[in-house]
Structures are given as structure tokens and as C-alpha cells.
């Protein structure tokens, strides 16, 4: 197998860098969003449960910083959201490689 010619930043940038990675880092930060509103306006006598979805829209890898002390444990959401949209630029930058290969063959 060839080497790629691209350097590491060039080959991070590639997989960010498109509609559904770019997609995904918006609903994550949708849901940054909503969790914040929720903390600072919405007043209830009891805790709120919206910061898990946090950690549910960025899982499985935010999941293993749930064991960090204190809010170390939401460094785990802005690590789970990149690297989840890497995983998932890169999937989606294989499928276009796929079907423009085979529109070609």
C-alpha cells in the first residue's frame, strides 16, 4: 500500500471538513447550547438531567472520561465530538471514494 502524501494536519483537515462531520459538530453544539440555556434559565427543585445528553451525543469515547474529577469529565465531550467526527468524516470520505470509483469502472 502507497504512503499518503498528505501530512497528518492535511489528513485531519480532510475528514473535518465536510458536510456530515460538519453536520455532526453542529448537533453537537445544538445540544451544548440547549444544555446551557437549560442550566442558566430554566429553574426547578430539582437537578436536571440535560448535561448527560452531552455525553450521549459524543459516546462512546466521551464515556471514558466519566471517571475524571470534576468538570475534567466534560473535557470528554469536546474530545468525544472531534474524534467521533473524525470516525465519522472519514467513513463518509471512504464511501465517496467507493462510489466514484465505481461510477468510473
Avoid at 37 to 47: C, G, S
Avoid at 63 to 73: H, I, Q, R, V, W
Amino acid at each position: 500500500m502507497a504512503a499518503s502524501p498528505r501530512t497528518l494536519p492535511q489528513s485531519l483537515r480532510h475528514h473535518l471538513l465536510n458536510p456530515v462531520a460538519l453536520g455532526y459538530l453542529a448537533a453537537v453544539a445544538a445540544v451544548g447550547v440547549w444544555v446551557v440555556l437549560d442550566a442558566l434559565l430554566v429553574e426547578r427543585a430539582d437537578a436536571s438531567l440535560a448535561g448527560v445528553w452531552l455525553f450521549i451525543v459524543t459516546a462512546p469515547t466521551s464515556m471514558l472520561f466519566t471517571a475524571l474529577p470534576g468538570s475534567l469529565a466534560f473535557a470528554g465531550v469536546a474530545v468525544g465530538a472531534v474524534v467521533q467526527a473524525l470516525a465519522v468524516g472519514a467513513v463518509y470520505r471512504w464511501l465517496r471514494g467507493r462510489t466514484a470509483r465505481t461510477a468510473t469502472a
